[in-house]
């Protein structure tokens, strides 16, 4: 079993950052951030495959920035340039197999239990 352990949402305005962070129990080959809004599909934002393949969804490129450290087992999501349409609740996922920097959830086994990320204008 991995547990997932999200922090670090809140509410900022647009324009504004957050940092989140994601503590995991051991080290997985997979990790990454998705989030899902009211009434949507969960989205992937980021994914990170071991220490280079790298991937993001079209809609946070050059806003986002995902990084891990495999000695502490975490990853963090660094969301610069914040927009309205960012509001959702995002999850940390990680999993086991190599498939490349892949933003399917199918992909990821271990799920956190998300954290919530509000942005106004």
């Known amino acids: 079993q991995v547990q997932l352990v999200e922090s670090g949402g809140g509410s900022v305005q647009a324009g504004g950052s957050l940092r989140l962070s994601c503590s995991a129990s051991?080290?997985?080959?997979?990790m990454g951030w998705f989030r899902q809004a009211p009434g949507k599909e969960r989205e992937g934002v980021a994914v990170?495959?071991?220490?280079?393949?790298?991937r993001y969804s079209d809609s946070v490129e050059g806003r986002f920035t995902i990084s891990r450290d495999n000695a502490k087992n975490t990853v963090s999501l660094q969301m610069d340039d914040l927009k309205p349409e960012d509001t959702a609740m995002y999850y940390c996922a990680a999993g086991d197999a190599w498939v490349g920097p892949s933003l399917r959830p199918s992909d990821f086994t271990y799920w956190g239990q998300g954290t919530q990320v509000t942005v106004s204008s």
């Open positions: 990170v495959v071991r220490d280079s393949g790298l």
């Open positions: 051991r080290y997985t080959y997979i």
